[in-house]
């Protein structure tokens, strides 16, 4: 369902019913640049380095090539720059996937699965980010499975289940009407009742 909905956002998927706007466009390619995404699963050029991967996606998104030491800089990469991405580890490659949703500076970050493969020093790495760009006035829309995660990092939580969204709650809504984000969960799950 989650990542269901993030690929008809993407329009890599066509909605079965409804549709999809981003700030009063039906048309991705005239928002495209202002978006940044994060797959679960990455496409990469394996053989190639993580510089050079993030360049691509700076001619992708008509980007200047100015802002890879940046963002390598900020996603501490900058040590793996001339590394092939096939050497790095899953959480490095997670954070040259973040990287590259930053190219451009979009204003809506859509990161599915963001934390697998993150050791502790990762998930700390993705909370500090996470605050930074909140604070900046990012949007980032989370996908994850990670109830603890969420009600640390995110203002508002949408419950996903059976490809409905069930429910929307500010995160400081939750205990009040739930208790825990697990109760939260399976409030809405009838199969864990």
């Known amino acids: 369902g989650k990542t269901t909905l993030i690929n008809c956002m993407l329009a890599l998927l066509n909605p079965d019913k409804g549709e999809i706007s981003f700030w009063g466009s039906h048309d991705l390619v005239h928002v ?79 990161w599915d699965e963001p934390y697998n493969g993150l050791d502790p020093t990762g998930f700390q790495f993705m909370r500090n980010l996470i605050q930074e760009l909140k604070v900046q006035g990012k949007t980032i829309l989370i996908s994850t499975h990670l109830l603890d995660e969420v009600k640390r990092t995110t203002t508002k939580v949408a419950l996903m289940h059976e490809g409905k969204i069930k429910e929307v709650l500010l995160v400081s809504e939750v205990s009040s009407k739930h208790g825990t984000m697990d109760e939260f969960y399976m409030s809405h799950v009838p199969e864990l009742r």
């Open 32 to 110: 495209k640049q202002r978006i940044g995404v994060v797959m679960e699963e990455d496409g990469f050029l394996r053989d190639v380095s993580v510089e050079k991967n993030l360049k691509i996606v700076c001619l992708l998104k008509n980007a200047s090539f100015e802002e890879v030491p940046v963002l390598l800089e900020k996603l501490s990469l900058l040590d793996h720059r001339k590394k092939m991405v096939k050497k790095l580890s899953q959480g490095m490659r997670k954070r040259l996937a973040i990287a590259c949703s930053l190219v451009g500076n979009p204003d809506l970050l859509i």
